[in-house]
Nanobody, 121 residues
Framework: QVPLVESGGGLVQAGGSLRLSCEAT????????MGWYRQTPEKQRELVAT???????NYADSVKGRFTISRDNTKNTLYLQMNSLKPEDTAVYYC???????????????WGRGTLVTIAS
């Protein structure tokens, strides 16, 4: 059973919108931080946005003002609302959950398998 499952990817025209979802098989309240990352064949995996268990958010400069990350602990789901999409947003988007497991700050991370987002110009 895959612990994190992304959905919502697809093909849209530039300027359009998509909402990605990441559903967890268990409670997401255990994750100290959850986030979205993306990767293309030409680039290493990069941070898109993160959200802490307290609701604090952080965004890559390239998506600020266009993307919104949110989490619904009652539905065990993480979201990424993406507006004003650009061709350079084309990538496989991955969901990540991170748990701090000891006082030294060691973490355990879980990753989904990714969902492909393609933006046509």
């Amino acid at each position: 059973q895959v612990p994190l499952v992304e959905s919502g990817g697809g093909l849209v025209q530039a300027g359009g919108s998509l909402r990605l979802s990441c559903e967890a098989t268990r409670s997401i309240s255990r994750f100290n931080v959850m986030g979205w990352y993306r990767q293309t064949p030409e680039k290493q995996r990069e941070l898109v946005a993160t959200i802490t268990s307290e609701g604090n958010t952080n965004y890559a400069d390239s998506v600020k003002g266009r993307f919104t990350i949110s989490r619904d602990n009652t539905k065990n789901t993480l979201y990424l609302q993406m507006n004003s999409l650009k061709p350079e947003d084309t990538a496989v988007y991955y969901c990540n959950g991170r748990v701090v497991v000891n006082v030294e700050g060691a973490t355990v991370e879980l990753w989904g398998r990714g969902t492909l987002v393609t933006i046509a110009s």
